[in-house]
T-cell receptor, first 112, second 115 residues
């Protein structure tokens, strides 16, 4: 069955460091992958989209890589700040419509 | 735009009661999704609509759950009768037709507790 795995344990890092979150998937051939941020008590908010034919995408301090051979995406936040503390969700989509399948999310804590 | 609007934000109900959750998608968005989020199962897609027509309801857990979209600006998710295991956050989301991989915009969720 399709499976999307994100590290369920919280990631604690020091302010200013680079945070790297992992999204692994099996039994899935996504056409694209998205990353969302979710704050407590709020809905997920879109951050970045990367398509299957793209290796890397950047947006300000964010960088996403997508390796369809390894079936893995890495999400990086450089120069992390306490305000980056949140849960980050990866989501995979395929060509049949705009359906997304979400991973369980990883909670990031950036300490000052 | 006000974004995706959901109501109620919080609901506490007794087991066996009917629950109706409401959603107003972003104007002009052709796709509407209902998701459920729990600690155990994460964010799960329940059903989605395209141009008010249900496309995939394979995620709806049981016959107790039903969803409708009578027009482009309104959708409901109904649970009848409700059970304690239905306690979760229910999100509505919408996206416009167009490029594959369009951003999906989520509402703030309806927090349901069934006691």
């Amino acid at each position: 069955s399709q499976k999307i795995e994100q590290n369920s344990e919280a990631l604690n890092i020091q302010e200013g460091k680079t945070a790297t979150l992992t999204c692994n998937y099996t039994n899935y051939s996504p056409a694209y992958l998205q990353w969302y941020r979710q704050d407590p008590g709020r809905g997920p908010v879109f951050l970045l989209l990367i398509r299957e034919n793209e290796k890397e995408k950047r947006k300000e301090r964010l960088k996403v890589t997508f390796d369809t051979t390894l079936k893995q995406s890495l999400f990086h936040i450089t120069a992390s700040q306490p305000a980056d503390s949140a849960t980050y969700l990866c989501a995979l989509g395929h060509n049949a419509g705009n359906m997304l399948t979400f991973g369980g999310g990883t909670r990031l804590m950036v300490k000052p | 735009d006000a974004g995706v609007i959901q109501s109620p934000r919080h609901e506490v109900t007794e087991m066996g009661q009917e629950v109706t959750l409401r959603c107003k998608p972003i104007s002009g968005h052709d796709y509407l999704f209902w998701y459920r989020q729990t600690m155990m199962r994460g964010l799960e897609l329940l059903i989605y609509f395209n141009n008010n027509v249900p496309i995939d309801d394979s995620g709806m857990p049981e016959d107790r759950f039903s969803a409708k979209m009578p027009n482009a600006s309104f959708s409901t998710l109904k649970i009848q009768p409700s059970e304690p295991r239905d306690s979760a956050v229910y999100f509505c989301a919408s996206t416009p037709t167009g490029l594959l991989g369009n951003t999906i915009y989520f509402g703030e969720g309806s927090w349901l507790t069934v006691v």
